[in-house]
């Protein structure tokens, strides 16, 4: 699949402000500074669609972005940044968990881990989080051009064995870099798929409705 059109639709606090759920979305979550917003400019090669920044913390809203007038991708704010007070990561809290429990359209979120760095017990709560549940999601490694290929290798077995650990069935898994555009037919036909099974859906939906 590749994209033609990528634009900014609205930023939001509140899933029920959301555009309205007729359109198949991609949402990306993961720590500040994951590289979340970077990847979204590299699936749809914009160089400033999602904005970016070398400090983390960057993105706060609800972001979405119309891709090719069929489907949305949404960039979240990240979880994880130390300087953060306790009320503002209330909020996170709140405005997430909305998102993701009533957000009827959303066909899979993109969990956005750093290669580099051993599974961090923030990481694995989310996991966690969408498997108790069975929420649809994949796992994306990022920013693997900061790694030797022996180094991905090895990273991305250790992960491996660290979520075979505590679930049966593992999520698809991309290994990605926005930089070097890794990964990116990958996720696209990922994509591209699993967003036919929402309009299969809507087309069983209106079949009954005759
Ligand atoms: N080398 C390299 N750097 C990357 C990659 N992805 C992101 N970065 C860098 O990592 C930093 C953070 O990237 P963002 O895309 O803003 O991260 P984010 O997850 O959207 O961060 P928040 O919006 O703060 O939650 C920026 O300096 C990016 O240039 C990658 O694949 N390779
Ligand atoms: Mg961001």
Known sequence: MEIKDSKFVMSNTDHR???????????????????KSSLINMLTQR?????????????QLINHFLIDDRWYLVDL???????VSKKSRAQWQRMIDGYLTHR????????????????QANDQEM?????????????????????????VTTNYELYRQSLLERW?????????????ATGRDEVLAFIDKTRQL????AAARDFGNR
């Open 47 to 59: 160089k400033n669609l999602a904005r970016i920044s070398v400090q983390p913390g960057k993105t």
């Open 198 to 201: 929402f309009d299969a859906e």
């Open 77 to 83: 704010p990240g979880y994880g940044y130390a300087k």
């Open 168 to 180: 049966e069935e593992l999520p698809p898994m991309f290994i990605t870099s926005a930089e070097k």
């Open 104 to 119: 009827i359209n959303l066909m899979c979120t993109f969990i956005l881990v750093d290669l580099r760095i051993e599974p």
């Open 127 to 151: 996991i966690d989080k969408f498997g108790a549940n069975q929420w649809p999601f994949a796992l994306v490694f990022t920013k693997a051009d900061k790694l030797k290929p022996a180094e």
């Open 17 to 35: 402000l959301c555009p309205p759920p007729v359109l198949p979305e991609f949402a990306f979550i993961g720590r500040s500074n994951v590289g």
